[in-house]
């Protein structure tokens, strides 16, 4: 088994480039699995919620043993974020423990998993606030801020501070950076640092697929009049749930916001999340069904997939 794990401060695309590595490592002929932080279910992150730090850390690295040895012998690489630093720095900061205590539990994740073949990317800016206005303004801007920071306020963090409202979350935010970066100061992994300040993707993913050793093939390239035909609205009556897919002047898009990046003729995929789509036909010139796949919290807990079938309008 080979391990790639994508870390980085706040809004620095640790998703997409999770994704990206997983479909660059196929069209290398590797085989890969990857597990976005909204992958259903997840073999790190913690589902139940856990108040006491100790019993925390203990449940997060058995879940790290039992993967790791359930695992060791598959021959797929195996791509994750944010199970090494954001997902226990964010936690253990909540609970509002000794920061060297945090950085004690990160060193020890770097020892369990020095005993296999693991290679960390890491994304930064050297202005933190850079990436958290991109975060911010992806997710909703101060409402977001806001609405993060009452779903958290009854942790010992902002308990245990002056009640500055949803600055506080911001303070958090910045302690988790200079957390992670002390972390990875003390990465005993092989590493790779990218500044993608200049959100340059063309060069930043040059430079870590260098690091991984595997060539580049870009997407397909389908046109806007080849997208027309994945437009329209699709129907699963059994989950009683509707999707629609639109076409813009720069792609597809689905959620309304979120654009579809070809992974085939017929298959798209989102980079931020586990959901990947199959657009079936039948003959027509147009798909009369759409398959989404990937197992993930939002869109699809079935390991079949769902089924949606095209709404025909009058």
Known sequence: MKLIIVEGILGSGKSSTARFISLQLERNNLPAELFHESAFPHPILLEEEIEHSDQWQAA???NWNRFLQKNSHKESVIVMEAVLFQSPILH???????RTEILHFIEQLFAILSRFDCRLVYLYQEDPQTGINRMMTARGGEAWLEQTYKKFEHYPYYQNREPLGKELHLKLLHDYVQIARQAFAKCSLPAAAVDNTNWDWNQDYRTIMDFLGHAIYPDP?????????FAGTFRNDERGLTIETKLR???????EHYRLKPRDKNKFYLDNVSISLEFLFQGDSSPGEVLLYEKDLVGNRDDEGLRFVRMVTS
């Open 60 to 62: 997060y690295l058995s």
């Open 92 to 98: 253990l900061l909540h609970l509002d423990i000794d």
């Open 221 to 229: 390239n389908l046109s806007i009049e080849e997208l027309t035909a």
């Open 249 to 255: 002047d720069d792609g597809l898009y689905i959620f």
